[in-house]
């Protein structure tokens, strides 16, 4: 196993890290900066996208398309001129709670979690439909994390990053129906609760210990697989990437903005690339269109 810190301007708050295969580009979020990024590796081309407002996460729409969930819902960024357009947004717009992270189910629809701005339980869980409006899955939220799905896309991961429990739910891939949850694992045995996730192609979650510079590959059935120790001190999401999908890409924290996450290290803020591990990950569903 090889970690190396990629050459690039750190993030305050980088988050979401999301592999487009069709263009072999990494993108992610610099929630604090109002920033889209990307990296291609085989170029070394760097650009990024202004948003409007804090973007918390970012999913894969049709080609040369970005979904962002910015502080008051769901838009579109097109990747060619920078422009964004509203999807949805919760009505009447709270001005205490922004969206936090999100991913796509194995069926293209887009879920992301609100939280509160001072992590009052005022966020919900809602998931983008293609008529144009959204369902509300979970009310109570704090800080929505851990957001992802197993790779047959039949269990939706999900965690509120206070409670420290991982929650694993039924989740029904052509219909709308999602089951009660159980509680996969509670990471405080861990020393930190979880924030960002994601899968690997045996169906393993890969989760990012923000608390304890950590990456933890927990089982289907709860139990800790591997711990992975990095070389710095706030991790807050993987995705895998590259060619083959065997690369972890993760992003990490230099100040959350809320005084809850400043990095002590040098290199906060920064994306490690993590080669070697033996294994891949899966490639994230697009869109599913109207």
Not at 97 to 105: C, E, Y
Not at 251 to 264: P, Q, Y
Request: charged letters at 20%; glycine letters at 12%.
């Amino acid at each position: 196993m090889r970690i190396t810190k990629l050459e690039l301007a750190p993030a305050m708050l980088g988050e979401s890290p999301l592999w487009d295969p069709d263009i072999a580009t990494l993108f992610w979020v610099d929630t604090i900066r109002s920033t889209v990024r990307s990296f291609h590796p085989g170029s070394g081309r760097e650009r990024s996208w202004p948003t409007p407002s804090w973007v918390g996460s970012i999913g894969l729409g049709r080609p040369g398309h970005l979904i962002l969930a910015l502080r008051d819902g769901f838009h579109s960024l097109a990747l060619a001129t920078g422009a964004i357009v509203p999807l949805w947004r919760p009505e009447p717009v709270d001005e205490r709670v922004r969206f936090n992270d999100g991913k796509m189910d194995r069926s293209g629809r887009f879920l992301c979690g609100s939280m509160g701005l001072h992590a009052e339980p005022l966020g919900s869980l809602y998931r983008l439909r293609t008529d144009g409006g959204a369902d509300r899955l979970m009310d109570g939220i704090r800080i929505a994390n851990t957001l992802c799905f197993s790779p047959a896309g039949d269990i939706l991961y999900f965690a509120d990053s206070l409670s420290r429990q991982i929650l694993a739910f039924d989740y029904d891939i052509t219909g709308d129906e999602v089951g009660p949850p159980r509680v996969l694992i509670d990471t405080a045995a861990l020393g930190s609760g979880p924030d960002g996730a994601t899968v690997d192609a045996e169906g393993f979650l890969w989760v990012a210990l923000v608390q304890t510079g950590q990456l933890a590959r927990i089982s289907q059935q709860g139990s800790v697989d591997r711990l992975i120790d990095l070389p710095l001190d706030l991790p807050s999401c993987p995705a895998f990437g590259g060619d083959d999908l065997d690369i972890l890409y993760v992003t990490s924290i230099k100040d959350s903005g809320s005084g809850r996450a400043v990095s002590r290290h040098a290199d906060g803020g920064s994306i490690l690339a993590i080669e070697g591990l033996g294994l891949r990950g899966l490639p994230e569903a697009r869109l599913r269109p109207a």
